[in-house]
């Protein structure tokens, strides 16, 4: 199975990165919404959306995330 964002999906997730390591949860969050959909199956990102649930105290969400990352992976 390809995992693999298109180009635009790609320069999404990269911002999405970008936001997240400089502190800007809310924008990364925002970033991580608009491909989440398109991507729903791919662990690399639902790690990092975990990883963004749990620095914004939503434990459980991270946990679900995680969950479904491992499956996948």
């Keep these: 199975m390809n995992t ?3 180009s635009d999906l790609s320069a ?6 970008s936001h997240q ?3 800007n949860l809310a924008d990364a969050r925002d970033a991580y919404l608009k ?3 398109k991507m729903a199956k791919n662990p690399d990102l639902l790690n990092m959306v975990a990883i963004l649930c749990q620095k914004t105290g ?3 969400a991270a946990i ?4 479904r990352a491992i499956k996948l992976a």
């Design 4 to 6: 693999a964002p298109p």
């Design 12 to 17: 999404l997730l990269k911002l999405a990165a």
């Design 21 to 23: 390591q400089a502190g």
């Design 35 to 37: 491909v989440l959909p």
């Design 58 to 60: 939503q434990s459980d």
């Design 64 to 67: 679900g995330h995680l969950n």
